[in-house]
């Protein structure tokens, strides 16, 4: 679950393994290891995906399904505008 998790984070920001790799400062077959479920991150690395992806690391872990975004930073104004964007998203 795990390797899947990661897997699907970084496709849905069409990022590359390199491309993450390099944002993490890792190699690309450290990400490859992780997604081919050869190796997991260790705790310390768990803590920095999530962190990077703006998940918990239970839901890398598969055990909260639920996705959340950060939104700390911003402006109430701006935060109501993205809570009505997923509104409208979830409508259709």
């Not at 890398?60 to 993205?82: A, F, Y």
């Amino acid at each position: 679950m795990l390797n899947e998790n990661i897997k699907a984070l970084r496709q849905a920001r069409n990022m590359t393994q390199v491309e993450l790799a390099n944002r993490l400062g890792l190699t690309k077959q450290c990400i490859s290891n992780w997604e081919n479920d050869n190796v997991a991150p260790s705790v310390e690395m768990l803590v920095k995906l999530a962190d990077f992806f703006c998940v918990s690391t239970d839901y890398l872990l598969g055990r909260d399904k639920n996705e959340t975004i950060t939104v700390s930073g911003l402006k109430s104004q701006e935060i109501i505008h993205i809570q009505q964007l997923i509104t409208d998203l979830k409508s259709r």
